[in-house]
């Protein structure tokens, strides 16, 4: 069974504060997906990343990074240099490798993070 | 180039009764799943629909049924509502196997 952990519920930070949001994940799988959504208040889910079981590279993207460590089953998201807009809930999800599969695969979500940026 | 759009918006039904909730994936998406979020939680994978047929299905009781068009559009159904029904139900349409893509989600409450 799969199972994502977003151990922290609430983060309130500072604008221009640098904040890490912690993804913990639990497969049996040895090919897999990672995945970030951000959900603003209006409830639509926002694809941020997708990423790889075997490309552990990081990845930057403008004021976003990933942190994707195998060792430990883990998949951190930072902000740097936060903004107001930034304030919203983000998703850590998990999913079978689709290839393996007929159809597409199901997302395992966390439970999310609360994160808000104060100006 | 039109997303995923989902209807109604919002929905206010009485226990027992029965809803059914729409959803038309992005153009070019041929499979459809649904996911139910329960007020602070992470989205829960429902049913997925391609080629017309379900494909996988997550933990929800026969309750809790679709379909899929020729179109590819789907419909969520859900008989004999309970109170624990309350939640937004988001649609994510893609392209056989990729990336799925969500709509806005349509939020339930039932009294």
């Known amino acids: 069974a799969q199972k994502v952990t977003q151990a922290q519920t609430e983060i309130s930070v500072v604008e221009k504060e640098d904040v890490t949001l912690d993804c913990v994940y639990e497969?049996?799988?040895?090919?897999?997906?990672l995945f970030w959504y951000k959900q603003p208040p209006s409830g639509e889910l926002v694809f941020l990343i997708r990423r790889n079981s075997f490309d552990e590279q990081n990845e930057i993207s403008g004021r976003y990074s990933w942190n994707f460590q195998k060792s430990t089953s883990s998949f951190n998201f930072t902000i740097t240099a936060s903004q107001v807009v930034d304030s919203a809930v983000y998703f850590c999800?998990?999913?079978?490798?689709?290839?393996?599969?007929?159809?597409?695969?199901?997302?395992?979500f966390g439970e999310g993070t609360q994160l808000t940026v104060n100006p | 180039d039109a997303g995923v759009t989902q209807s109604p918006t919002h929905l206010i039904k009485t226990r027992g009764q029965q809803v059914t909730l729409r959803c038309s994936p992005k153009s070019g998406h041929d499979t459809v799943s649904w996911y139910q979020q329960a007020l602070g939680q992470g989205p829960q994978f429902i049913f997925q629909y391609y080629e017309e047929e379900e494909r996988q299905r997550g933990n929800f009781p026969d309750r809790f049924s679709g379909h899929q068009f020729p179109n590819y559009s789907s419909e969520l159904n859900v008989n004999a509502l309970l109170l624990g029904d309350s939640a937004l139900y988001l649609c994510a349409s893609s392209l056989k196997r990729y990336e799925q893509y969500f709509g806005p989600g349509t939020r339930l409450t039932v009294t």
């Open positions: 999800a998990l999913s079978e490798a689709w290839w393996k599969l007929a159809s597409g695969s199901r997302l395992t």
């Open positions: 497969t049996r799988d040895t090919t897999y997906y």
